[in-house]
């Protein structure tokens, strides 16, 4: 159980761990580079968040005199090619990053729990059915698979999301199905079935806590490479259209075209990109580490 | 394991042909087609001859129809024809696989020759400064989007070398082909070789904590040959795994690697059939594509449990 | 006093046009005797969909298939202009009118040759022009030039070597279309659909091969009927989609030239910057930014609303933003000093959403507006359609920026290229941004083209009977300048009626590396210098 492991850390940390700041303190010093992961996130989060507050300039706006600009006290990272303050978009790309990367992963994680769980609880033909549909699914690369369905649903950023949340669905179901196959020979199921609970209800009140923890150790997994995949689907011109200032979107050609007159144009969404994955990788691993001590490395 | 393989088979064939119904039916929901293209690219001209290039491509009948064409031609060894070159499929696609083979193959390379070793290093040192530097590299690995880190190495090419390696015409020798495929496979393999690293030095560990190599210490043996002799080999068997699993993930990479070295593999030109509606290239493609990860899987399962006893053939 | 400025205008133009002249004669080209030999290598942006130009509409087909093919005639590499004056003589060896100007005679080259070794006849250009006009047997899969030849009623052979036109009424600009890069002569024995992939011109390139994606190759055509033509070997195109991979290819020395058309001032200025011995010609390339309106569908069937968005269009800033203040703002056709036919710019001035004061022309605008209704409280709300390249894109989103201040909110609707031309079949747009190139600087195309009731490809379907009168009339008008006041009129109306606003005229350009010689793109169309028959490399 996710509580349990992350009770367990702490007691074995001692007394000494007092208080919600205490733990966090704790665990900030077992996992120093999980902490730093928190902190890029929650830099991201919040400037997302407070996109309106921390910019000034509107990131749509044009602005002929400022073309390709160079990165100034006023203009932090420069302007791209049609005068739009780079700082802004960044920032405002914050939130089309974070919306397709929690969306997609939300998206995907909840179709995959829901076939996982019946397909690991009702087995039977369904589960075969099942399997099947996920083989395909997993036969294909994530962004062959992505780049069809971004063709197929035309670009915009809810489809943008579906089409990065679809190849999801088969990792998440996996997991999710062996872990119900493994919970339901345990004792507590069994006991549960034989006071008269009824299917549905022991998924629901046992099955499925137990299957946080690992849930969430592959939901950041994934949030990391579903925002790469928007950034290659955006890059390929598949992705979140213009004007939205998406990422991927912003190094593309018209970036790539003044890469040496304007390297800030390459270098700042580049770097932006990075950082979030970046982030999302260190705090997946302390995460990982965390709750799933068995792959801890 | 006769009657494993037969049944690992069946599902194999089952699973392709799940591909194939899908791929064409995902491809025949995309709004606009190749005639739309046509017509685009000549500016609008007479919509009385939509009709009769529809007819012409074979496009006019219903989609089971069409679906049961191209299967039986495909039995028949036709794959049918570009709508975009009007050559055949197989010739549009066989002279770029063996880029984009060689591409991946040499990514591959990198992947081994500096995931496992390094993986190794990391855990054999674990929690030392080099254990940090090296999961931080690996985890950039994962974190850089392949076609930045590919603009940024063009980027310097021309600034420092004033030159680039990409491709404008068709390398005069085997050796120079490398030579210009090393430069992308590096910055493909980047991501699987951080991603091998990874796998490599958690298995590693975990297997440093079995009971087996505490004992093979208390018997002696020397730390050298605790770690190389008995760790990683027992190591090794889930990050051959995951090597198949990544074969997959490359062709990802490889796609915006190769647009962005004009690369005419196969990768890229499956995006640009996509965006021309060439569907006879992008069906078989994908199925391709398929066929090549299915059956690694497939291989990569073999092998595993051949190496692994605890694996049973019952499934 | 306003005279003044005009006058020194002209004035500089002509000084200008005379040291053009002068250039082209002098330059290294003159003081050394053309060198034989090597291969030109230039990228190619895109696949083209074919290689039948006749089924294009897209330099993407001329650029890299010209080469293969004649024309009857075509316009002179050294000017700087192509028009009228400029036609010289290609597979026809001279031409002349009848006295009732409805009978054009060519006489045809002997001795020239297709790429299978058989011989070019007067049949096969009476084949070539039926061939367009669709009145053949063999069709062309898309056929978008069909009304270029609408008052061509027959083409008649006289023997191999002589071929006559029959009009219906007199137009001389028949000539200027049959110049252009978009009217190569196919032989007869070969059918339209090998055309596309295998092609035979009588042109000084043989086709070799063309992979998709990959590249595109021509030899010599060691038989071709100008004495000591072609200068080099053959042609190498490399396909390469990313402009940005293109030009570091150019800059480190890979490619002797450039896409034609493909090099924009901000991309000229970081060439210049790596390598500052290449050569760049931009100019106009006769290929305009406008916006396809819906006059069909609310909100744009209301003729107020459509002046309003005419008038709230900050072209300066579209030329700025997109272009360095290079481009050229004007109407349908083409202004001077690159173009032959553009009004004169104290009419256009006159026609609203011109007059450089832009808040004059928003207020005005917004008065508009608020006549129906619409105000600061109350927006309208409208999708701005446009395709998914960049070119397209980026003034949609600066269009969407000037509705702001006429309380419309713009929202993009970014279509994918597959997707674009049933949508605009479909009328299901209310704004579409859009380009549009025009093969030859010259009103028949362009007005017949893009805004005649019965064209295929005016894609919004304005139709306005009085003034396809006026065009039919103008097309027969012998007298030049009778001609030109009769042009400027329609293209008012044009704007006035906003059919397609123009918001730009593009600047673009091509750039070489200093060995490439001969090569003299033209300043107001970029459809018909390709044949490169005449460029040789001085290494």
Known sequence: MAGTQYESELVRAGARAQGAWGQALYLARQYPLGTIGAVIMAFFVIAALAADLITWRDPLATNAPLSLAAPSADLWMGADVMGRD??????YGARISLAVGIGSTILGCALGVLVGLASGYLGGWFDLLMQRIMDIMQALPLLVLALVFAAALGPSLQNTIIAISIPLVPSVARVIRSNTLALRELAFVEAAQAIGMSEWRIAARHILPNTVAPLIVLATAQLGSAILTEASLSFLGLGIPEPHPSWGRMLSETAAEYMRTAPWLVIFPGIAISAVVFGTNLLGDALRDLLDPRQRG | MGAYLVRRFGLMLLTLFGISVIIFTLLRIVPGNIVDILFDTAGMVDPAEKARIAADLGLDGTIVQQYVNWISGIAQGNLGFSYVSEKPVVEEIAPRVPITVKLALMALGFTIIFGVPLGV????????AIDYT???????GLSLPAFWLALLILMAFV??????????????????????????????????????????????LEVLRQDYIRTARAKGATRQSVNYRHALRNALLPVVTVLGIEAAFLIGGLIVTETVFNIPGVARFLVEAIRSRDYPIVQNLVMLIAIVVVVVNFIVDMLYAALDPRIKYSD | MQRRPAALLAITFVLATLAGAVAAFIPPAAAQEPKRGGILRLYQRDNPPSASIHEGATFSVNIPFMGVYNNLVTYDTTKDKDSLDTLVPELATSWSWSSDRKELTFKLREGVKWHDGRPFTAADVKCTIELVQG???????????????NNVVDVVPKGDHEVTFKLEQPQPSLLAMLGSGYSPMYPCHVNAATMRTRPIGTGPFRFVEMKQNEIIRLAR??????????????????IITSRSTAMLAFIAGRLDMTFPTEVTQQVEKDIKAQSPAAICRLGPINVSTNLIVNREAAPFNNADLRRAMALTMDRKAFND?????????????LPGPAGVWGMPEAMMRQIPGYDPDVAKNRAEARRLMEKH?????????????????????DPAVILIDHLKEIYIDGELDIVETAAWFGKVARKDYAVGLNLTGNGVDDPDQNFFENYSCKSERNATGYCNPELEKLMQAQSAEPDLEKRRAMVWEIDRQLQEDVARPIIVHITAGTCWHPHVIGFNPAMNTSYNRYRFDNIWLNR
């Open chain 1, 86 to 91: 780079l700082y802004s978009r960044i920032i």
């Open chain 2, 121 to 128: 290093i990391s855990a054999v040192r674990q929690n030392s």
């Open chain 2, 134 to 140: 090296l999961r931080i590299i690996s985890l950039s």
């Open chain 2, 159 to 204: 600034a420092w070398f004033d030159t680039i390696p990409i491709y404008t015409g068709r390398p005069a020798s085997l050796g120079e082909e490398l030579a210009l495929l090393a430069i992308p496979a590096a910055a493909v393999g980047f991501r699987s070789s951080s991603l091998v690293m990874r796998l490599t030095r958690s298995a590693m």
């Open chain 3, 135 to 149: 009145k053949r047997e063999d069709k062309l899969r898309t056929n978008p030039r069909r009304l270029w030849y």
């Open chain 3, 221 to 238: 055509n060691p038989d071709y009927w100008k004495p000591g033509q072609p200068y080099l070997d053959g042609i190498e195109m490399p």
């Open chain 3, 321 to 333: 933003i997109l272009y360095e203040g290079q481009s050229v703002i004007g109407t349908a056709m």
């Open chain 3, 373 to 393: 209704g619409y105000g600061p409280n109350n927006r309208l709300s409208v999708k701005i359609s446009t395709r998914n390249i960049q070119a397209y894109r």
